[in-house]
C-alpha cells in the first residue's frame, strides 16, 4: 500500500476519532468550509514556497496540500482512487486535447 492510500484510510479512521486526541477529528468537527479553506491556504502557501522558499519548504507545503486534500476528500467520501482513476483516464490524451475538450 502507498503512502497516501495509507493515509487515506487513516483519515477515514479519525474523521469520528475523539477531537481532543486527533487534528483531523477536530477538522472534521469545525465543518468542511475550514476543511476547504485550509486546502486553500496550504496550496497559496506552496505557491509562496515554489517562487521565493527553499525546496525543503516546498516539499513541506506540498505534504500539506496532499494532507488537506486527502482530509477534504475523505469529508466528501471521495475516494483516492476514484481522483487516481481520472488521472489514469487523462493518461492517454494530452493536456492541450483534454483543456479543447472541457473549452
Ligand atoms: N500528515 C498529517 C499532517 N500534515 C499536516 N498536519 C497538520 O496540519 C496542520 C497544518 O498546519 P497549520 O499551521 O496550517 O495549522 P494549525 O495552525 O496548526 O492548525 P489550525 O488550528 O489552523 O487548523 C498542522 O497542525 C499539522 O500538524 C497533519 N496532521 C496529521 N497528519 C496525518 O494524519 C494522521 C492522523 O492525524 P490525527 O487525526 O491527529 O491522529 C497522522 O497520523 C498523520 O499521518
Do not use: C
Amino acid at each position: 500500500m502507498d503512502t497516501l492510500t495509507r493515509l487515506e484510510a487513516t483519515v477515514r479512521q479519525r474523521l469520528s476519532a475523539d477531537p481532543s486526541s486527533s487534528y483531523v477529528a477536530q477538522l472534521n468537527a469545525r465543518g468542511l468550509p475550514v476543511m476547504a479553506r485550509k486546502l486553500g491556504e496550504e496550496a497559496v502557501e506552496t505557491v509562496i514556497a515554489a517562487l521565493s522558499g527553499s525546496e525543503e519548504e516546498l516539499v513541506g507545503e506540498a505534504a500539506d496540500v496532499l494532507f488537506h486534500l486527502t482530509v477534504l476528500l475523505a469529508a466528501k467520501g471521495v475516494t483516492l482512487e476514484r481522483v487516481m482513476a481520472e488521472l489514469e483516464r487523462r493518461e492517454g490524451t494530452s493536456g492541450l486535447e483534454e483543456k479543447a475538450q472541457r473549452s
